[in-house]
């Protein structure tokens, strides 16, 4: 049966020999392509699986005979293991249906003691390769359908991050692996029914509705709004083609531009046309994509895109021939061809009703835990739920994270109001953990709010990780100081979230301090490093106790420009934070008294801030002006840990700027409270003060603001 199937499909006796002019067919006779097919005794499950998968990991050499192999595995007398391993080169996915049908068909026939009599073939896998080269031409032929595909994809790609770093549990390694694990999560048949139905009415595909949610999730978790997502395409137009073994499939990476502000529905549409156009250029393979889109190349990851989607019914498992009961045997883990890819799966009943749905994922080892996997797994059914009830939901308004997820990253620890003691707080993730939280769970939401002007938290998020690995390629990050000594509010911003990402402790300077005076008092840190404002001859590296990074120095800017904007995290940074380490460093009156804030007790100060103040994602804070530098690296932080505006800018009408900005939580000093017409300030909810000496009773009594004052634990440095 195994020569039959072998004699019908040539491409299963062709090998890819190469000369001067490169690699090309040479089709063998079926008796030099098919060894004797000899059974080898294998006892017990585990040794059966060892061998199958043993006969599948070995390699071949294409260029010195077929790539394909056949073995027979005998458990018991009635009980055997059929392999037939073939190189993708070879035989795609689809291929699979008609080679396992041929192979039953030969098998009946000969227990029978006859030939099958299979359909002839009308075409053999190279006259296809011929016929396709005539039909798409030359590529420096400008007329031809190649060189249009070609224009088509150089196009398409241009501009777009080739590169998405999805939350990881581990470093990428300088070389992938390949090996992987999957998951499988059910998806009600329900939600599946609404999918079917949404595609319709935008004129869709179940496949569209899959990427567009699937490219919801993926920018969510990476803050990323222009990548690629890829796919098998199977290539077999011509009806000919169904019978036939051979490499049909190409790969395509199929663009998905992000915006926040525009719907679900919206964003399919954009994906249905996106993606018609794509399949409308298929004929490119996929090799020929990445050569002419130029990506970077690396062994670490797949170029163009990482995470891969298909859509495909799912086999029934098991069937019968005369005398024999077959089922598929588990071939062991599969192997990871890119960071993740979602398969998704139907299962069809006899009456043509969806009976099953499963979202199948497989996944590179080197990356992630399976907890970690499954936990995109049910965020991705989190986003099906959501757009499927509410098809025109706007983006940005879709959460990836229960509310109890959110409560538990944003609170970080069941703490009551009033309860002071930092040493009891349980604070379960870091404040850089935190943010990065926020970031995915909405990117496009403002971060930063300068009267018309916004910067969102992906732009934040990828400028301070710009500066964050600027700051670590210095040699600086966990138990090292970066002193912040700049006028500009948005920078100072960008400044604050770096550091912190770094691990360094970081230090924000009241404007007008004496730099001597603090100096020396920081001398005991590992190394500090100073980030100043404006322009200076040095090209920013520091000497080796006290260093100056002038931001505007060309320098500084070009390394900037030229450095990655991607989540920084814990793989970039130079030495791994633990919680006794300092975090904050803070600087009180003149300079002579400063003192540190370790990151547990800062970690539970923020938790204890985000609910006693109120904070969150509706929340706008404010640092008025004349406010202590130690309240303003607070605000930073309890804004972006709720997922609210930090608003910058500021005129000398406090009561009126508190209004027009929407402020609702302002740090302000006890002079700036005494000046305050809370009557003009409809929105302002909280005050927070350093100390409530001086603050008149009246602004507390009969007003809906609440006044609180900072209780900040900490140790001393110098007093």
Not at 227 to 243: S, V
């Amino acid at each position: 049966a195994v020569t039959d199937v072998f004699s019908r499909h040539e491409a299963l006796r062709t090998m890819y020999p190469t000369d001067a002019d490169g690699p090309y067919q040479v089709v063998v006779p079926t008796a030099e392509a098919v060894s004797e097919l000899v059974v080898t005794p294998v006892e017990g499950d585990e040794a059966m699986r060892d061998a199958v998968v043993g006969m599948m990991a070995r390699g071949f050499d294409v260029t010195a005979a077929p790539p394909s192999r056949v073995g027979l595995f005998a458990r018991e007398s009635n009980d055997h293991v059929f392999v037939m391993v073939v190189h993708h080169i070879t035989a795609d996915g689809a291929s699979m249906a008609p080679l396992s049908r041929d192979v039953m068909q030969a098998y009946v026939s000969r227990t029978q003691g006859m030939a099958p009599e299979f359909s002839p073939l009308a075409v053999q896998y190279a006259d296809y390769a011929l016929w396709q080269r005539d039909v798409v031409g030359e590529e420096d032929d400008p007329g031809s359908v190649l060189s249009t595909q070609i224009d088509y994809w150089r196009r398409n790609l241009e501009g777009m991050s080739d590169k998405i770093e999805l939350p990881s549990d581990r470093p990428r390694p300088a070389a992938a692996s390949g090996v992987g694990d999957s998951i499988s999560v059910p998806v009600s048949a329900d939600i599946y029914r609404e999918m079917v139905a949404g595609a319709r009415s935008r004129r869709a595909t179940v496949f569209m509705y899959a990427h567009a949610a699937l490219s919801v999730l993926i920018s969510k978790l990476t803050s990323s709004t222009d990548f690629a997502i890829g796919t098998p395409i199977a290539g077999r137009g011509e009806e000919q083609l169904d019978d036939l073994v051979g490499m049909f499939v190409n790969t395509l990476p199929l663009r998905a531009q992000i915006d926040s502000s525009m719907t679900f529905g919206a964003l399919l549409e954009s994906l249905r046309d996106k993606d018609i156009e794509a399949f409308s250029n298929a004929d490119v393979p996929f090799e020929r994509i990445v050569e002419v889109s130029a990506p970077a190349r690396s062994s670490a990851y797949s170029p163009l895109f990482q995470v891969a989607l298909s859509v495909e019914p799912l086999g029934d498992a098991k069937f019968t021939l005369p005398g024999l009961t077959i089922s598929a045997v588990d071939g062991g883990a599969p192997a990871a061809k890119f960071d993740l890819e979602l398969t998704l799966s139907t299962q069809i009943a006899e009456d043509g009703e969806v009976e099953a749905v499963f979202a199948n994922w497989t996944y590179a080892v080197d990356l992630f835990d399976r907890t970690t996997v499954e936990a995109f797994a049910e965020r991705f059914v989190r986003v099906l739920s959501t757009v499927t009830a509410t098809p025109d939901v706007r983006i940005g308004d879709i959460a990836i994270m229960t509310e109890d997820e959110r409560a538990e990253l944003l609170v970080g620890a069941p703490t009551a109001v009033a309860d002071t003691d930092v040493e009891g707080t349980v604070v379960r993730q870091s404040i850089t953990q935190l943010i990065a939280a926020v970031v995915e769970e909405d990117p496009e939401a403002p971060a930063i709010a300068s009267g018309e002007d916004e910067v969102s938290y992906a732009t934040l998020d990828a400028h301070s990780s710009k500066l964050a690995r600027v700051i670590s390629a210095r040699g600086i990050g966990a138990r090292d100081v970066v002193v912040i000594d700049i006028g500009d509010d948005i920078d100072r911003v960008v400044a604050i979230w770096a550091a912190v990402k770094t691990g360094a402790a970081f230090c924000v300077l009241d404007s007008g301090l004496d730099q001597s005076v603090v100096e020396p008092s920081l001398a005991g840190s590992n190394s500090t490093l100073w980030l100043v404002s404006g322009v200076s001859p040095s090209d920013g590296t520091p000497s080796t106790q006290t260093g100056r990074l002038f931001l505007g120095a060309p320098a500084i800017e070009d390394e900037l420009a030229a450095t990655s904007a991607r989540p920084y995290s814990y793989i970039d940074a130079v030495r791994p934070v633990e919680q006794a380490d300092p975090a904050y460093i803070v600087v009180r009156g003149d300079g002579s008294s400063i003192h540190s804030v370790d990151h547990h007790a800062l970690g539970a100060v923020m938790a204890r801030m985000q609910t006693a103040y109120g904070l969150g994602y509706d929340s706008r804070v404010y640092s008025a002006a004349g406010t202590s530098a130690e309240s303003l690296g607070l605000a930073v932080l309890s804004a972006a840990l709720s997922g609210g505006a930090f608003v910058v800018g500021g005129t000398e009408d406090l009561s009126a700027f508190v209004a027009d900005e929407w402020v609702s939580h302002l740090f302000a000093s006890n002079e700036s409270v005494r000046d305050l017409d809370q009557s003009e300030t409809p929105d302002l909810q909280a005050i927070i003060v350093a100390s409530s000496d001086g603050i008149p009773a009246e602004a507390t009594v009969d007003s809906n603001v609440a006044i609180y004052t900072l209780d900040l634990p900490q140790s001393e440095i110098r007093e």
